[in-house]
């Protein structure tokens, strides 16, 4: 019981003092499960968190989950996971109801005019950094431009659109397996 | 009805969010925004703004957003659950599966297939967000102050990888004694 009051804690803190998202909550997650408590070595820490990191979700939320079960089962679980959602919950409310009630004003309005665009770039700019880091050269390019058009142009939900590129991914690693195993000696790089 | 659309929109927001809180943006604006008309674009881009300046997961601090200004305190906590109920499922059931070299490749792999798509779906909702709404009088004497701020925070962004927290303050000041 008391190391699950204890993952409760330690994700509560994590939530509550970590900003920028999932990925800056890393360090902080290393250093209170790995060093400080010594619940998982670093080595299955790290193994751990490369295939957490591809799985869909909440990156936080799945870390959590994760940790929670490994060191105190299905209430560890539970314990960690509520730990690192409820200061998102109890900060977003509070702020929510007090932003609605004076969004009007004529201050907050004209704050939130100089906010927005900088909101626009802040979610250009990563796009285009993880165009870059997916190595996307000008045959592949169409894929992040079909996904554009179809999203903005032509307003198709983005769920159907990772969807059908789950299945083309699927696709391509079935062929590329089967080129490998017909010519292994020639290594197929995609 | 509103509570099982909130239930529906974030369960499928959790099975399908794969690449991060940014990737789950866009999805978030598609049922939001286009399909619900919870938010206008204004509403959804202080969401994101409020979002990501303060602590904890930019994606369960929109679920609780929007859930709260879908269907009050109880759509902000079932919104929240449900963005999380596929994670519980996944690792009661199926996380035993990928946690092996073999299953942890395949993921990886897969992702690193989505990736381009990924990188597309995210520059769609800035677009969609590059609106008269956001952009304060585009083509008036005064305006092109969005414009300039825009450009200024994304070359700040992508450049330099200022911090995103300060650039949402800066930019705030400089509404503040522009307009």
């Known amino acids: 019981m008391k190391t699950v009051f204890q993952l409760f804690i330690t994700f509560l803190k994590i939530g509550a003092f970590t900003l920028g998202g999932g990925y800056a909550m890393l360090s902080m997650v290393e250093k209170a499960v790995v060093d400080k408590k010594h619940w998982i070595p670093a080595d299955a820490f790290w193994d751990m968190i490369a295939i957490i990191q591809s799985l869909p979700g909440v990156f936080a939320v799945n870390t959590a989950l994760y940790v929670g079960h490994q060191v105190a089962g299905r209430k560890g679980a539970a314990a960690a996971m509520l730990g690192a959602i409820l200061p998102s919950i109890v900060i977003i409310l509070l702020l929510a109801t007090v932003f609605r009630e004076y969004r009007d004003l004529p201050v907050v309005e004209r704050i939130f005019k100089g906010i927005r665009p900088c909101v626009v770039a802040l979610i250009l700019a990563p796009s285009l950094r993880m165009i870059k880091s997916a190595k996307v050269t000008w045959k592949t390019a169409i894929i992040p431009i079909a996904a554009v058009i179809l999203i903005w142009w032509c307003k198709v939900s983005p769920a159907i659109v990772i969807l059908a590129a789950i299945a083309g991914s699927l696709i391509y690693a079935i062929i590329m397996e089967r080129k490998l195993k017909r010519n292994p000696s020639k290594e197929v790089k995609p | 009805m509103i509570y099982l659309q909130l239930l529906w929109v974030f369960i499928k927001i959790?099975?399908?969010?794969?690449?991060?809180?940014?990737?789950?943006?866009?999805?978030?604006?598609?049922?939001?925004?286009?399909?619900?008309?919870?938010?206008?674009?204004?509403?959804?881009?202080?969401?994101?703004?409020?979002?990501?300046?303060t602590p904890g997961p930019i994606s369960i601090n929109m679920a609780t957003y929007v859930g709260y200004t879908a269907g009050g305190f109880g759509g902000s906590l079932l919104a929240s659950f449900a963005l999380c109920l596929p994670s519980i499922v996944m690792v009661y059931f199926i996380i035993r599966l990928f946690l092996n070299k073999k299953g942890g490749s395949l993921m990886n792999n897969l992702l690193k297939g989505l990736k381009p798509a990924i990188a597309g779906l995210i520059f769609a909702a800035g677009l969609a967000m590059m609106n008269a709404q956001n952009f304060v009088q585009i083509g008036k004497g005064e305006n092109n102050i969005s414009i300039v701020i825009c450009v200024l925070a994304f070359v700040a962004s992508y450049f330099f990888k200022a911090n995103p927290i300060l650039l949402i303050v800066l930019s705030g000041v400089v509404g503040f004694f522009v307009y």
């Open chain 2, 14 to 53: 959790g099975v399908l969010g794969f690449g991060g809180g940014y990737a789950m943006l866009s999805l978030i604006q598609h049922e939001v925004v286009d399909h619900y008309a919870w938010m206008t674009t204004t509403e959804f881009a202080d969401m994101v703004a409020l979002s990501q300046m």
